[in-house]
């Protein structure tokens, strides 16, 4: 085993940052709280192409915001 950190400890870590990051959905001034989802899709009678295919709204009509996190490995000799 060498010393170099595990992808374990990474991942963990990452998803601890996560929680704190988007706090209480239950908070109004949250702004990654949603009321609901919306289905955007080609073919539907209320497709707008200026908007995602799939989003979450949130109560006032506003798209909420998500968060994505990308991990990079590189393999080591």
């Known amino acids: 085993m060498s010393f170099f950190p595990s992808s374990y400890f990474l991942t ?3 998803l601890v940052i ?3 990051i988007r706090e209480s959905c ?3 001034y949250n702004v990654f709280r949603l009321n609901h989802v919306v289905l955007n899709l080609p073919g539907m009678s209320s497709y707008d192409q200026s908007r ?3 989003f979450k709204v949130k ?3 506003s798209i ?3 968060l994505y996190f990308y991990s990079i490995t590189v ?3």
Do not use: C, I, S, T
């Open 26 to 28: 239950f908070d109004k």
């Open 52 to 54: 995602p295919l799939v």
């Open 12 to 14: 963990k870590d990452m």
């Open 75 to 77: 393999a080591r000799r």
């Open 64 to 66: 909420a915001v998500d």
């Open 18 to 20: 996560e929680e704190v």
């Open 59 to 61: 109560v006032d009509g």
